[in-house]
């Protein structure tokens, strides 16, 4: 079910890192974190630092 709601808005992105991003965004603010910032989102989807999921937030 995620993969389709996931589906659904990834034609938005022109370019996969963007996408792919959007759905590690998407499938972190839908796990059990007590707190949901960039940085925990990141490291939730097994990024280093938060600088992809703020440019999501930013730039697209």
Known sequence: MLAEVL?????????????RAAGQFVTGLLSELEV????????QAGHA?????QRLLYRA
Do not use: N, S
């Not at 589906?7 to 996408?19: D, H, N, T």
């Not at 910032?37 to 490291?43: D, G, I, V, Y």
């Open 7 to 19: 589906g659904c808005f990834a034609g938005r992105f022109g370019r996969v890192e963007p996408r």
């Open 36 to 43: 949901k910032t960039c940085w925990q989102l990141a490291e």
């Open 49 to 53: 630092r938060p600088d992809a999921m």
